[in-house]
């Protein structure tokens, strides 16, 4: 069974920068995309980016491009998003998500498994 665990989540300052993981466990990822999503109260689950677990390739949602920079760590089985310059309106639950689309999608329901999602709250 696979599992996605967040957490780095957490209250910030606008401009500040903040790490999140998403821990994977359960399976071999290296047939996997992992995506990045983010939802603010009220609104639609959002795609930052993503990444393919094989040989590390990114993308990223258009408006997402230049902040936040999205890594994996192989030894630990760990994605991470880094963000950096942020701003209140990245205030929302990230979820990390795996699935086994060919390339790094944003479309929510071609990934099969979540993570709880972790609260990344920006200050004005």
């Known amino acids: 069974q696979v599992q996605l665990v967040e957490s780095g989540g957490g209250l910030v300052q606008a401009g500040a920068s903040l790490r999140v993981s998403c821990a994977a466990s359960?399976?071999?990822?290296?047939?996997?995309?992992m995506g990045w999503f983010r939802q603010a109260a009220g609104k639609e689950r959002e795609f930052v980016g993503g990444?393919?677990?094989?040989?590390?390739?990114?993308y990223y949602a258009n408006s997402m491009k230049g902040r936040f920079t999205i890594s994996r760590d192989n030894a630990k089985n760990t994605m991470y998003l880094e963000m950096n310059n942020l701003k209140p309106e990245d205030t929302g639950v990230y979820y990390c998500?795996?699935?086994?689309?060919?390339?790094?999608?944003?479309?929510?329901?071609?990934?099969?498994?979540w993570g709880q999602g972790t609260q990344v709250t920006v200050s004005s």
């Open positions: 998500a795996a699935g086994l689309s060919a390339i790094v999608t944003a479309t929510p329901r071609l990934y099969a498994y």
């Open positions: 359960g399976r071999t990822f290296s047939s996997y995309t």
């Open positions: 990444i393919k677990w094989s040989d590390g390739s990114t």
